[in-house]
């Protein structure tokens, strides 16, 4: 069994507690990441940072960290108003190359999810009303959540109507959604990764497949981590 854990906010208060497992995987390129980075880096454990490519976005590296937002908030901000100053610029991802127990890794492009039917429920966040409202969808009777889209065929919405995916809509989403992560890594990082985090730990034997036989991933992180 692994003594994996996995972590979105960086805080102060947690980063001791870190140093106690084999492996710490950061979640989603946060800008708390990058700022606490001198004191992971003294933890002497190997630390994952955990990139969905389209979060980050071009820009300086910063100082000052700004008001901790809770999750919530920031993915509000991110989904329903396009800021993104919450999350890492690439000249701040590129400058962890430097630390010997870092890891820049892919944790998918869009960190997408889809929706699932059955019961309405898992889908009161804000940012989630507002996200989908936004697509011209606001009747959740028969939703019940939220699967990664890399994983569940699920529904769009296309002009305000549910249309399920089938598994060639299913394929050709994980062809583009990795491709352009790998195009981002080789672009922005000069790297060719073979490591990969699942989005929300979600995973599939037909995802894993396709990572493995047409990009040439070779070790899958997800299932086996703790949460803190
Ligand atoms: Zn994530």
Same mark, same amino acid.
């Not at 972590?7 to 990441?33: A, C, N, P, Q, R």
């Not at 008001?67 to 991802?93: A, G, L, Q, R």
């Given at each position: 069994?692994?003594?994996?854990?996995?972590?979105?906010?960086?805080?102060? *208060?947690?980063?001791?507690?870190?140093?106690?497992?084999?492996?710490?995987?950061?979640?989603?390129?946060?800008?708390?990441?990058?700022?606490?980075?001198?004191?992971?880096?003294?933890?002497?454990?190997?630390?994952?940072?955990?990139?969905?490519?389209?979060?980050?976005?071009?820009?300086?590296?910063?100082?000052?960290?700004?008001?901790?937002?809770?999750?919530?908030?920031?993915?509000?901000?991110?989904?329903?108003?396009?800021?993104?100053?919450?999350?890492?610029?690439?000249?701040?991802?590129?400058?962890?190359?430097?630390?010997?127990?870092?890891?820049?890794?892919?944790?998918?492009?869009?960190?997408?999810?889809?929706?699932?039917?059955?019961?309405?429920?898992?889908?009161?966040?804000?940012?989630?009303?507002?996200?989908?409202?936004?697509? *011209?969808?606001?009747?959740?009777?028969?939703?019940?959540?939220?699967?990664?889209?890399?994983?569940?065929?699920?529904?769009?919405?296309?002009?305000?109507?549910?249309?399920?995916?089938?598994?060639?809509?299913?394929?050709?989403?994980?062809?583009?959604?990795?491709?352009?992560?790998?195009?981002?890594?080789?672009?922005?990082?000069?790297?060719?990764?073979?490591?990969?985090?699942?989005?929300?730990?979600?995973?599939?034997?037909?995802?894993?497949?396709?990572? *493995?036989?047409?990009?040439?991933?070779?070790?899958?992180? *997800?299932?086996?981590?703790?949460?803190?």
């Amino acid at each position: 069994m692994s003594n994996y854990v996995y972590v979105h906010d960086v805080t102060l *208060g947690i980063i001791d507690e870190l140093g106690g497992y084999d492996k710490v995987f950061l979640d989603d390129g946060l800008y708390s990441h990058y700022y606490y980075r001198d004191h992971l880096s003294s933890l002497n454990v190997p630390i994952y940072f955990s990139i969905p490519t389209s979060f980050i976005y071009n820009g300086c590296v910063r100082r000052h960290f700004p008001k901790f937002k809770e999750p919530s908030v920031y993915m509000y901000e991110y989904h329903c108003k396009n800021i993104k100053s919450n999350f890492m610029t690439w000249d701040e991802v590129r400058s962890l190359k430097k630390y010997d127990n870092f890891y820049i890794v892919p944790h998918s492009h869009y960190h997408r999810t889809i929706l699932t039917n059955g019961r309405c429920e898992n889908i009161n966040d804000k940012w989630k009303r507002c996200l989908y409202k936004n697509k *011209g969808f606001d009747c959740f009777d028969i939703i019940s959540g939220f699967r990664s889209a890399l994983v569940e065929n699920g529904f769009e919405i296309i002009s305000g109507k549910l249309h399920k995916r089938n598994m060639n809509d299913l394929y050709d989403f994980i062809i583009r959604d990795t491709q352009l992560m790998m195009d981002m890594f080789l672009y922005e990082l000069d790297d060719v990764p073979h490591d990969y985090v699942f989005p929300f730990n979600h995973q599939s034997d037909f995802l894993i497949d396709i990572l *493995g036989n047409e990009f040439g991933f070779n070790n899958f992180y *997800g299932k086996d981590r703790n949460e803190l």
